[in-house]
């Protein structure tokens, strides 16, 4: 039996200036360093034998703060794993977040002959009820350029890094996984088969998941 702690990275720079990210990177911002060193206190006496990360600087950073408070730390293995890294958005990495969902609003309108009215882009998209895993493949639909990621690419490279972690960990561990929301999202999902809008998981925030002979449930969150 194994306990899985999933968390998203803190706050980034790119999150503060409403930058897309996906598979570019940025630092952790003031504020997100202080959210991650309360990460720490919350899981300062958990033992975690095994932390991974993907191979993004604000993945590594919020993993590498919350192990610093940890009574533990010092005894944790750490591993980078790029298939836990962000969902790859391609043509839309480092651009504005804005356009982007308003590019994803007007193709969603049009797929199902809405109209927008006058309320704004993430009112529409909270009103229409769409998950993360579908605004996911919307944007890989948008990009005429097929570098964006596909939700099953993101989902099978997901669950092959998983698959390799449980065959390097021992059963009993605590392990750290450390990576971001739309990766997160569509993983848990995956793992759990509930249903994805239970998985917006806010920077810093942390789902706790059982695995037993390949079962996997969620039984905690942390916020």
Do not use: W
Request: with cysteine.
């Amino acid at each position: 039996m194994r306990y899985f702690y999933f968390l998203r990275h803190c706050t980034t720079e790119f999150n503060e200036a409403q930058i897309v990210q996906g598979a570019c990177d940025s630092p952790l911002s003031e504020y997100g360093r202080k959210q991650a060193d309360e990460s720490g206190n919350m899981f300062s006496k958990i033992n975690f034998d095994y932390a991974f990360t993907g191979n993004q600087e604000r993945h590594i950073e919020t993993a590498r703060r919350i192990l610093r408070k940890n009574i533990y730390g010092s005894q944790t293995q750490s591993f980078c794993h790029p298939g836990l890294n962000e969902h790859d958005l391609g043509f839309f990495d480092k651009g504005s977040e804005e356009n982007l969902y308003n590019n994803a609003s007007r193709l969603y309108e049009e797929k199902y002959n809405l109209k927008k009215g006058s309320i704004s882009t993430k009112e529409l998209l909270m009103k229409h009820k769409i998950s993360m895993i579908e605004l996911s493949s919307i944007f890989h639909e948008m990009d005429s350029t097929n570098k964006t990621e596909s939700v099953n690419q993101v989902k099978e490279r997901c669950l092959a890094a998983l698959k390799e972690i449980c065959h390097k960990t021992d059963n009993n561990s605590r392990i750290l996984i450390v990576s971001s929301g739309g990766t997160l999202s569509i993983l848990l999902n995956a793992l759990t088969g509930q249903e994805e809008d239970g998985y917006i998981i806010h920077h810093g925030h942390c789902v706790v998941i059982r695995e037993n002979c390949s079962h996997f449930e969620k039984i905690g969150f942390y916020d």
